[in-house]
């Protein structure tokens, strides 16, 4: 079964026209059933970068570079395939947000864990600064750490309690 990204990421590879969006960074003109240019990653002065409308790739055989529009963006922004994904997907209009809903069983979706977990660590960190904190305080100074460590690396204290985070999402009225 593919993931909702995998879902996604098949959206925007098909929505999107290799050869329009080589076209706009490249003048392209036919030969045959292909594309031929000037390649976009390094000089040349006779075209060795082609493009494949019906495979959906490019390849350069001057330098070898070659790939899907994925790989297009991310050699040619210089960005990543996680970037190069996102740029993809407002050019073609898909939304990513599907992949923040939650999963078909029901449960919460990457986005909720990760404020989740973003609201535990701020709790985390309180009971450090906090009286509770005291002697993790004073063990960290032993160790050597300093303040700026200590937030660097969002350090915290999980207090002696197996509810006390229950209670304080409810004190704090975080749905559990």
Sequence with gaps: MQSDRDIVTRRIRDAVDIVELVGSYVVLKRAGASFKGLCPFHEEKTPSFTVSPVRQTFKCFGCGAGGDVFKFIQLRERVDFPEARRLLADRA????????????????????????????????????????????????????????????????????????????????????
């Design 93 to 176: 209009g898909v939304p990513l947000e599907i992949e923040d809903r939650q999963d078909r069983g029901g449960g919460p979706g990457k986005r909720q864990l990760a404020d989740a977990n973003a609201w535990a660590q701020k709790v985390f960190r309180d009971y450090f600064r906090g009286p509770a904190g005291e002697a993790a305080r004073n063990y960290v100074a032993r160790r050597g750490l300093n303040e700026a460590t200590v937030e660097l690396f969002g350090l915290g204290l999980a207090i002696d309690s197996f509810d006390a985070l229950i209670r304080r999402a409810a004190a704090d009225r975080i749905e559990v």
